[in-house]
Nanobody
Framework: EVQLVESGGGLVQAGGSLRLSCAASGFTFDRYPIGWFRQAPGKEREGVSCISISDGRSDYADSVKGRFTISTDNAKNTVYLQMNSLKPEDTAVYYC????????????????????WGKGTLVTVST
């Protein structure tokens, strides 16, 4: 069974930092791209960042470039999202997603919505 379990969300002041974790299981970890997505209240889910586990290449949404960093610990089957210089507009539920269809590469296809999701972790950035 494919499982993606996010953790690390919380309440932080603007300018602060958080690190999100995504623990993956049920599939070959280094075969498929994994990404972070977010959904703010009243808005559609959008891509934040993705990473190719096999070679470490990554991609970011313009809104987070220079502030967020995606990384992996392959020994732990875990993907991280280090978020620095947080802004109130970063407030959202953050989801970890995996593309197990083999359709997408990262980078190479922007940040499309993947087919497997975790339940999400809430990030709230206060002013």
């Amino acid at each position: 069974e494919v499982q993606l379990v996010e953790s690390g969300g919380g309440l932080v002041q603007a300018g602060g930092s958080l690190r999100l974790s995504c623990a993956a299981s049920g599939f070959t970890f280094d075969r498929y791209p994994i990404g972070w997505f977010r959904q703010a209240p009243g808005k559609e889910r959008e891509g934040v960042s993705c990473i190719s586990i096999s070679d470490g290449r990554s991609d970011y949404a313009d809104s987070v470039k220079g502030r967020f960093t995606i990384s992996t610990d392959n020994a732990k089957n875990t993907v991280y999202l280090q978020m620095n210089s947080l802004k109130p507009e970063d407030t959202a539920v953050y989801y970890c997603g995996a593309d197990l269809t083999g359709i997408y590469t990262c980078p190479g296809h922007g940040l499309p919505l993947y087919d497997y999701w975790g339940k999400g972790t809430l990030v709230t950035v206060s002013t």
